[in-house]
């Protein structure tokens, strides 16, 4: 738990330490109008870094899990209780690239809304690995 804090500290504070502080207006991101500033920026790359971090970190700790004398199993649809290390490596690459692009289309405000959500369900789903032992191995 120590090592997956410790990294998560890391990665969200080197995101906010490489990102420019600056001021925005919140209705102005949820307006329905279109605007010059609808294109991505700093605070969509920050939410983008920071969901890849958790993506990574739930990524490794998969393929840590995987089959660990049938310790955990994967209560996952797609991945099934116990699936190879190529299932998981192709599912984690596809994801990764479909938020990323979803990411990109989608305009400001509802990008800002589903970013915000992917990191927050990231981290429930990686503190919950965290917390029933599951760790990672870099």
């Known amino acids: 738990m120590k090592n997956l804090s410790f990294?998560?500290?890391?990665?969200?504070?080197?995101?906010?330490?490489?990102?420019?502080?600056?001021?925005?207006?919140?209705?102005?991101?949820?307006?329905?109008?279109?605007?010059?500033?609808?294109?991505?920026?700093?605070?969509?790359?920050?939410?983008?870094?920071?969901?890849?971090?958790?993506?990574?970190?739930d990524w490794e700790q998969t393929r840590s899990g995987l089959c660990q004398s049938n310790a955990y199993q994967e209560p996952h649809t797609i991945l099934g209780d116990c699936p190879s290390s190529r299932k998981?490596?192709?599912?984690?690459?596809?994801?990764?690239?479909?938020?990323?692009?979803?990411s990109y289309v989608l305009q400001k405000k509802y990008r800002r809304?589903?970013?915000?959500?992917?990191?927050?369900?990231?981290?429930g789903i990686v503190t919950n690995n965290a917390s029933i032992g599951i760790n990672m191995k870099f």
């Not at 490489?18 to 920026?41: C, Y």
């Open 7 to 57: 990294a998560l500290i890391s990665i969200f504070s080197l995101a906010i330490v490489s990102t420019p502080v600056f001021a925005w207006n919140p209705d102005a991101i949820l307006s329905d109008t279109k605007t010059d500033d609808d294109g991505w920026d700093n605070m969509d790359t920050t939410l983008e870094l920071a969901y890849m971090a958790t993506h990574v970190v």
């Open 113 to 123: 809304i589903f970013q915000s959500t992917s990191v927050a369900a990231q981290l």
């Open 88 to 102: 998981v490596i192709g599912y984690f690459l596809g994801t990764a690239l479909l938020h990323t692009g979803l």
